[in-house]
């Protein structure tokens, strides 16, 4: 289908916000230097064309589109995949649709030309979504027209009103529906411009005040015409004017600010198509036409959004052969150059009929039309697109995966993206450790990429056979302010943690393992000189080492739960006052205070002793393997020298 016949037809809208109301549907600009996310939506027959797209505030897709069998159908990915289904089932004319969504419900209504009946009973209906069903069609026009005469509208969806701009028989009209959220009954119709063929392929949008404002195409006079009622009644006004034919598949978004943008497609008599660009500031004047990019001889007809930067996005058909095309996508983000590129060309046409949305997050959404293979698809863009592998493996808890994970961040837009410091987030960050990173405040160029590497780390308190999750955040602030968060997981195994540790005067190895349910875990414990071990004990009572009767290495049998092993050692010396064990008379005298005691049992602590501290201590000797208070006289072998402080001794045998 050509783009002139395409003017006559009811083009897509788009929902509250940054927004944008097509004049007329047309193909799509593309390239594959980005990284584009693509989708089939429905190939039953011959579907697709006359495709709308509206997003609503849980930034899910809502499509109205036309089937060969005078259809209207309608489909969304709301639900997380994609559902389909025929809203209107005949008498629905291939003159296009227009979908919005209303913000406070997220139910969607469309526009569409209905041709049963007489003269008087056939034009523009609306078909809204009640929450559970599609409602009964509603009919905004006062009165019948010639029904051969070309027909197009758009609808835009402001603080719960809908607006509709539409031509009837060969003059262009306005109305909007009467009561907020209610699209059931609509106000008499305006007439804004009366003069033959004005209106064609027009596009409206609505400001936060209510105030609309429309851009159209005559179609004889080849003029591109806006008005508006901003000052309260409608005024009419002459965009652009030549021998070229202008204003062709125009399309009209509006920004938070007020601000309007608008793309068109303009010829000249060579002719050279092309795809220009026009802004108006609030309550200013239309800037000068700057040319966006080459539709080629038979593309063109733009659809255009508007993103929190008050960038414009714009989608387009670029075909120079009937039967031939692709989808393409051109910004000016980043500054006033324009870049383009390719989005789709995985068949030999595609790419009519495309709408073009974006959500908070800045994600590019296009609808479009693949006359290849007569289907409906959608191709999406996110401006950070972080590639991430399937989730960790099993990992005990305790310990890491290995080898490190990378993780690579691509910057999907045409123009540089300044990235801030990459954290993990969510429910367990601290399970998920950053090991390097070549991201964070990086000024990261348009189609190039970095990397994060990272490894799973689940603590020992983890529960087992458990799914850890987390975020990876990461914030962008030029030119946009968003933080995209890729989604982390991991799993901890089945396996008991137990660990090993050792008290004064040996060691005990391993200090940490795994251990599958039911499993063995054998502990080598080797005191340090001067030291036996006293015990070896499990925490949980479940399994004991009793001193004397076993020896090194210990065998922990059946573990059935987290423990931790205990090794515990003895010699003959301690300090009565802090009870720790010495493995000699010299160590236990450098551990002392002034005043206080060592004893040493009922055996033989071989080892010079040198008395050297300008402290009062004591040595008591004569007791059992207990320390208990009974008197045994203790042999000391080898030399005390007192040179400093003094040494009271009882119950010794100096040798």
Same mark, same amino acid.
């Given at each position: 289908?050509?783009?002139?016949?395409?003017?006559?037809? $009811?083009?897509?809208?788009?929902?509250?916000?940054?927004?944008?109301?097509?004049?007329?549907?047309?193909?799509?600009?593309?390239?594959? @230097?980005?990284?584009?996310?693509?989708?089939?939506?429905?190939?039953?027959? &011959?579907?697709?064309?006359?495709?709308?797209?509206?997003?609503?505030?849980?930034?899910?897709?809502?499509?109205?589109?036309?089937?060969?069998?005078?259809?209207?159908?309608?489909?969304?990915?709301?639900?997380?995949?994609?559902?389909?289904?025929?809203?209107?089932?005949?008498?629905?004319?291939?003159?296009?649709?227009?979908?919005?969504?209303?913000?406070?419900?997220?139910?969607?209504?469309?526009?569409?030309?209905?041709?049963?009946?007489?003269?008087?009973?056939?034009?523009?209906?609306?078909?809204?979504?009640?929450?559970?069903?599609?409602?009964?069609?509603?009919?905004?026009?006062?009165?019948?027209?010639?029904?051969?005469?070309?027909?197009?509208?758009?609808?835009?969806?402001?603080?719960?009103?809908?607006?509709?701009?539409?031509?009837?028989?060969?003059?262009?009209?306005?109305?909007?529906?009467?009561?907020?959220?209610?699209?059931?009954?609509?106000?008499?119709?305006?007439? $804004?411009?009366?003069?033959?063929?004005?209106?064609?392929?027009?596009?409206?949008?609505?400001?936060?005040?209510?105030?609309?404002?429309?851009?159209?195409?005559?179609?004889?006079?080849?003029?591109?015409?806006?008005?508006?009622?901003?000052?309260?009644?409608?005024?009419?006004?002459?965009?652009?004017?030549?021998?070229?034919?202008?204003?062709?598949?125009?399309?009209?978004?509006?920004?938070?600010?007020?601000?309007?943008?608008?793309?068109?497609?303009?010829?000249?008599?060579?002719?050279?198509?092309?795809?220009?660009?026009?802004?108006?500031?609030? *309550?200013?004047?239309? /800037?000068?036409?700057?040319?966006?990019?080459?539709?080629?001889?038979?593309?063109?007809?733009? &659809?255009?959004?508007?993103?929190?930067?008050?960038?414009?996005?714009?989608?387009?058909?670029?075909?120079?052969?009937?039967?031939?095309?692709?989808?393409?996508?051109?910004?000016?983000?980043?500054?006033?150059?324009?870049?383009?590129?390719?989005?789709?060309?995985?068949?030999?046409?595609?790419?009519?009929?495309?709408? $073009?949305?974006?959500?908070?997050?800045?994600?590019?959404?296009?609808?479009?039309?693949?006359?290849?293979?007569?289907?409906?698809?959608?191709?999406?863009?996110?401006?950070?697109?972080?590639?991430?592998?399937?989730?960790?493996?099993?990992?005990?808890? *305790?310990?890491?995966?290995?080898?490190?994970?990378?993780?690579?961040?691509?910057?999907?837009?045409?123009?540089?993206?300044?990235?801030?410091?990459?954290?993990?987030?969510?429910?367990?960050?601290?399970?998920?450790?950053?090991?390097?990173?070549?991201?964070?405040?990086?000024?990261?160029?348009? /189609?190039?990429?970095?990397?994060?590497?990272?490894?799973?780390?689940?603590?020992?308190?983890?529960?087992?056979?458990?799914?850890?999750?987390?975020?990876?955040?990461?914030?962008?602030?030029?030119?946009?302010?968003?933080?995209?968060?890729?989604?982390?997981?991991?799993?901890?195994?089945?396996?008991?943690?137990?660990?090993?540790?050792?008290?004064?005067?040996?060691? $005990?190895?391993?200090?940490?393992?795994?251990?599958?349910?039911?499993?063995?875990?054998?502990?080598?414990?080797?005191?340090?000189?001067?030291?036996?071990?006293?015990?070896?004990?499990?925490?949980?009572?479940?399994? /004991?080492?009793?001193?004397?009767?076993?020896?090194?290495?210990?065998?922990? &049998?059946?573990?059935?739960?987290?423990?931790?092993?205990?090794?515990?050692?003895?010699?003959?010396?301690?300090?009565?006052?802090?009870?720790?064990?010495?493995?000699?008379?010299?160590?236990?005298?450098? @551990?002392?205070?002034?005043?206080?005691?060592?004893?040493?049992?009922?055996?033989?602590?071989?080892?010079?002793?040198?008395?050297?501290?300008?402290?009062?201590?004591?040595?008591?000797?004569?007791?059992?393997?207990?320390?208990? &208070?009974?008197?045994?006289?203790?042999?000391? /072998?080898?030399?005390?020298?007192?040179?400093?402080?003094?040494?009271?001794?009882?119950?010794?045998?100096?040798?």
């Amino acid at each position: 289908m050509t783009t002139r016949t395409w003017l006559n037809l $009811i083009p897509r809208a788009f929902p509250l916000g940054l927004a944008a109301g097509l004049c007329c549907l047309a193909p799509a600009l593309a390239s594959a @230097a980005s990284q584009w996310t693509t989708s089939q939506v429905d190939n039953t027959a &011959s579907v697709g064309q006359y495709a709308s797209l509206a997003l609503d505030t849980n930034k899910k897709m809502h499509i109205s589109y036309f089937d060969s069998a005078a259809k209207l159908k309608y489909a969304t990915d709301k639900s997380g995949s994609w559902a389909r289904t025929s809203v209107i089932a005949s008498s629905v004319v291939a003159a296009g649709t227009a979908i919005a969504v209303d913000a406070a419900t997220n139910n969607p209504q469309i526009s569409y030309y209905y041709n049963a009946g007489s003269s008087n009973t056939r034009g523009i209906r609306d078909v809204a979504y009640t929450g559970s069903a599609w409602g009964t069609a509603s009919n905004p026009n006062s009165a019948g027209f010639t029904p051969s005469t070309a027909m197009a509208t758009t609808i835009f969806n402001q603080g719960g009103f809908s607006y509709l701009a539409y031509v009837r028989g060969s003059t262009l009209y306005y109305t909007k529906s009467s009561t907020a959220h209610d699209y059931t009954a609509w106000a008499t119709p305006t007439q $804004i411009d009366s003069t033959t063929n004005a209106g064609v392929g027009n596009s409206i949008v609505v400001n936060a005040a209510g105030k609309a404002y429309v851009v159209g195409y005559n179609s004889t006079s080849t003029d591109l015409l806006y008005y508006t009622n901003e000052t309260g009644s409608w005024v009419k006004t002459t965009l652009a004017s030549s021998a070229s034919i202008v204003g062709k598949g125009c399309s009209l978004a509006i920004d938070a600010s007020g601000n309007l943008h608008l793309s068109y497609l303009e010829t000249t008599a060579t002719p050279t198509y092309k795809i220009r660009y026009l802004k108006k500031l609030a *309550g200013g004047a239309w /800037q000068s036409a700057v040319d966006v990019a080459d539709s080629g001889s038979l593309g063109g007809a733009p &659809s255009i959004a508007v993103d929190s930067t008050g960038a414009a996005h714009i989608s387009f058909y670029y075909s120079n052969a009937t039967g031939s095309g692709k989808l393409r996508y051109a910004t000016n983000l980043g500054g006033a150059t324009w870049n383009s590129e390719d989005v789709d060309t995985s068949s030999a046409d595609l790419g009519s009929y495309s709408g $073009i949305a974006l959500d908070s997050d800045q994600t590019v959404y296009i609808a479009y039309y693949d006359a290849t293979n007569s289907a409906l698809k959608v191709s999406t863009k996110k401006p950070l697109l972080a590639t991430v592998p399937a989730a960790f493996s099993n990992v005990d808890r *305790g310990y890491q995966s290995s080898p490190d994970t990378a993780i690579t961040i691509t910057n999907n837009l045409l123009t540089n993206q300044s990235i801030g410091t990459i954290v993990t987030g969510g429910a367990n960050p601290t399970d998920f450790v950053i090991a390097s990173d070549s991201c964070s405040n990086l000024q990261l160029l348009p /189609q190039s990429s970095c990397t994060v590497q990272l490894h799973f780390a689940p603590p020992v308190n983890a529960p087992r056979s458990t799914a850890r999750i987390a975020t990876l955040a990461i914030p962008a602030t030029t030119p946009y302010t968003l933080t995209a968060a890729t989604s982390l997981s991991g799993t901890t195994s089945d396996k008991y943690l137990v660990t090993g540790s050792a008290g004064n005067g040996g060691s $005990i190895n391993p200090t940490m393992v795994a251990v599958a349910p039911g499993g063995n875990q054998i502990f080598t414990v080797t005191p340090s000189s001067g030291f036996s071990v006293g015990n070896v004990t499990a925490n949980t009572g479940v399994s /004991q080492f009793v001193p004397d009767t076993l020896t090194s290495p210990y065998t922990l &049998s059946n573990i059935s739960a987290d423990e931790n092993v205990l090794a515990a050692f003895v010699s003959p010396i301690r300090i009565l006052d802090n009870t720790y064990f010495y493995g000699s008379l010299q160590s236990a005298y450098g @551990a002392v205070n002034d005043g206080w005691t060592i004893q040493s049992q009922a055996s033989i602590p071989a080892g010079d002793l040198l008395v050297d501290r300008d402290l009062s201590v004591n040595l008591s000797g004569g007791y059992d393997s207990t320390f208990a &208070s009974q008197p045994n006289l203790t042999a000391v /072998q080898g030399n005390v020298t007192i040179s400093n402080g003094t040494l009271a001794v009882d119950n010794l045998l100096l040798q």
